[in-house]
Each structure stands twice: as C-alpha cells, then as structure tokens.
C-alpha cells in the first residue's frame, strides 16, 4: 500500500512541476512577444 501512495505523490509533484513550467514559459513567450511589439513601434518612429 505504502508504495503504490508514494507512486501517487510522486505523480502529482510531477503533475505540477510540469504545470508551473508551462506557465512560466507562457509568461516568457509574453514578454518575448511586448518586446518584440515594442522593437517594432520603435522602428516605425524612426
């Protein structure tokens, strides 16, 4: 019993570790996107 819950936990830290890293590459491919938004109002300034 005691190994199948330890199974069980370990699934669910995995569940979500790979949760968090999707929304931290989310928020990357956000500011990835502003930053390019801004290099491009930039260049229509110039």
Known sequence: MQEE????????MQEEEEEVQEEV?????EEEEEEVEEV???????
């Open 40 to 46: 491009e109002e930039v260049e229509e300034e110039v």
């Open 25 to 29: 590459q989310e928020e990357e491919e």
């Open 5 to 12: 819950e330890e199974e069980e936990v370990e699934e669910e």
